[in-house]
T-cell receptor, first 115, second 113 residues
Framework: EPEVTQTPSHQVTQMGQEVILRCVPI?????FYWYRQILGQKVEFLVS????????KSEIFDDQFSVERPDGSNFTLKIRSTKLEDSAMYFC?????????????FGPGTRLTVT | QKEVEQNSGPLSVPEGAIASLNCTYS??????FFWYRQYSGKSPELIMS????GDKEDGRFTAQLNKASQYVSLLIRDSQPSDSATYLC?????????????FGKGTLLTVNP
C-alpha cells in the first residue's frame, strides 16, 4: 500500500540554523501539506501546495518557512533560522484532490528539536 | 476563530464494549469530516471520512454526522486494547477553503482488557 515517507525521523539543530525536512508524497497524489504538532498540543496546519505553488498558508507559516518540490517526487519544508519554539513534530500529508474534498494521508513525521 | 472541540478524556471502556467519541465544530460551511487515530509518538492515521448527514459504517467503526447540530461522532464497536489511542476529529477548513484540515485536540481512549 502506498504511503507518505519522511526523512529524517529526528533532527536536532541549534537555534538560528537552517533545516530542511523532506517528504515523498504518495505517487498519484497532487496536493501536498505540512502540519506540525507541538508536544501535547493539537495538529496545526502550516501550508498546502498544488501545481508548484502554495495554495494556502497559516499564520504560523511566516517568512522563515518555505516549501519546494525540487523534483517529481520530493516535497520539502525549509526553516531558515530555527527558533526554540519551532521544536515540534512535523508531518507531511498528501491527497489526490483538494484537501477538503478528499482524504489526507500523513507521513510518519520528523521530530525537530531546536536547542 | 473556527474551532473543533473534543472532550480530552480519558475515555475508559472495557474490552468488547462500544466506545463513543464526540466532536463539535463551529464553522457551518464545513463540508468534510475525518477521524484519525494517533498512537503516542506516531502520526495521525486516517480511520473514517464522512461528507453527508447520517451514518457511515466501516468494519467496527461508524461515523455519524449531523450538520444541523454541527456534530460528528465515532463509534467503535467491540473495542480492543489495540484501539487505545488518541482519536482526532478533523474538519475541512473554514471559509470554504478546500486546502486544509482543522483538528481538535483529540480524545484519549483507553480500552481495558
Amino acid at each position: 500500500e502506498p504511503e507518505v515517507t519522511q526523512t529524517p525521523s529526528h533532527q536536532v539543530t541549534q537555534m538560528g540554523q537552517e533545516v530542511i525536512l523532506r517528504c515523498v508524497p504518495i505517487s498519484n497524489h497532487l496536493y501536498f501539506y505540512w502540519y506540525r504538532q507541538i508536544l501535547g498540543q493539537k495538529v496545526e496546519f502550516l501550508v498546502s501546495f498544488y501545481n508548484n505553488e502554495i495554495s494556502e498558508k497559516s499564520e504560523i507559516f511566516d517568512d522563515q518557512f518555505s516549501v519546494e518540490r525540487p523534483d517529481g517526487s520530493n516535497f520539502t519544508l525549509k526553516i531558515r533560522s530555527t527558533k526554540l519554539e519551532d521544536s515540534a513534530m512535523y508531518f507531511c500529508a498528501s491527497s489526490r484532490r483538494a484537501g477538503g474534498l478528499d482524504e489526507q494521508y500523513f507521513g510518519p513525521g520528523t521530530r525537530l528539536t531546536v536547542t | 476563530q473556527k474551532e473543533v472541540e473534543q472532550n480530552s478524556g480519558p475515555l475508559s471502556v472495557p474490552e468488547g464494549a462500544i466506545a463513543s467519541l464526540n466532536c463539535t465544530y463551529s464553522d457551518r460551511v464545513s463540508q468534510s469530516f475525518f477521524w484519525y487515530r494517533q498512537y503516542s509518538g506516531k502520526s495521525p492515521e486516517l480511520i473514517m471520512s464522512i461528507y453527508s448527514n447520517g451514518d457511515k459504517e466501516d468494519g467496527r467503526f461508524t461515523a455519524q454526522l449531523n450538520k444541523a447540530s454541527q456534530y460528528v461522532s465515532l463509534l467503535i464497536r467491540d473495542s480492543q486494547p489495540s484501539d487505545s489511542a488518541t482519536y482526532l476529529c478533523a474538519v475541512n477548513s473554514s471559509g470554504g477553503s478546500n486546502y486544509k484540515l482543522t483538528f481538535g485536540k483529540g480524545t484519549l481512549l483507553t480500552v481495558n482488557p
